[in-house]
T-cell receptor, first 115, second 114 residues
Framework: DGGITQSPKYLFRKEGQNVTLSCEQNLNHDAMYWYRQDPGQGLRLIYYSQIVNDFQKGDIAEGYSVSREKKESFPLTVTSAQKNPTAFYLCASSIGDRVSGDGYTFGSGTRLTVV | AQSVTQPDIHITVSEGASLELRCNYS??????LFWYVQSPGQGLQLLLK??????LVQGIKGFEAEFKRSQSSFNLRKPSVHWSDAAEYFCAVGALVGNEKLTFGTGTRLTIIP
């Protein structure tokens, strides 16, 4: 079955450490997205990519970095510059760079905690 | 720019009672409209969608939603809730033209009491 796989499900980061969250999709979708979710704040867009080797900042990109070397993969690195990284991170994908009737498909999320 | 408002942060409903979750959007034309559901610690699952045709749309798990252009609303309904419906619900709006991304509401958390 096609879908989006996020790993790991739980991740612990020490102060000053960079960590990378994985997101892989086998839906042949062109566009991929990273969202951060905090209680009561809904989904906030971190980065998105509409095509391989290209990506754009979302609303809260500071302290994060991404790459899109393959269509299937869109890893997110949470750097030490992100001062409050504890959150639930969601990866999503869509068929193209425009909204379609299929909307977005989401992964099951990674919960990142600073220890 | 498009926007979406979910006025209710938290709703509590008795099991077996009816449910209506509100969603209001702002967009210059008829948009794509979606409802997603998120169980604790999980990703978002698409419940239903609307972009044209019959204004009453049916989704999975017995949910339905009605598009009302005059009120810029897309409220989610279920005639009789089950304990398993306890989750967070997100409304989202997207443009039919252009390459704007989906805009999500802040969500409504649904609690079911016995």
């Amino acid at each position: 079955d096609g879908g989006i796989t996020q790993s790991p499900k739980y991740l612990f980061r020490k102060e000053g450490q960079n960590v990378t969250l994985s997101c892989e999709q086998n839906l042949n979708h062109d566009a991929m997205y990273w969202y951060r979710q905090d209680p009561g704040q809904g989904l906030r867009l971190i980065y998105y990519s509409q095509i391989v080797n290209d990506f754009q900042k979302g609303d809260i990109a500071e302290g994060y970095s991404v790459s899109r070397e393959k269509k299937e993969s869109f890893p997110l690195t949470v750097t030490s510059a992100q001062k409050n990284p504890t959150a639930f991170y969601l990866c999503a994908s869509s068929i193209g760079d425009r909204v379609s009737g299929d909307g977005y498909t989401f992964g099951s999320g990674t919960r990142l905690t600073v220890v | 720019a498009q926007s979406v408002t979910q006025p209710d942060i938290h709703i509590t409903v008795s099991e077996g009672a009816s449910l209506e979750l509100r969603c209001n959007y702002s967009y210059g034309a008829t948009p794509y409209l979606f409802w997603y559901v998120q169980s604790p610690g999980q990703g978002l699952q698409l419940l239903l969608k609307y972009f044209s045709g019959d204004t009453l749309v049916q989704g999975i798990k017995g949910f339905e939603a009605e598009f009302k252009r005059s009120q810029s609303s897309f409220n989610l309904r279920k005639p009789s809730v089950h304990w398993s419906d306890a989750a967070e619900y997100f409304c989202a709006v997207g443009a039919l033209v252009g390459n704007e991304k989906l805009t999500f509401g802040t969500g409504t958390r649904l609690t079911i009491i016995p």
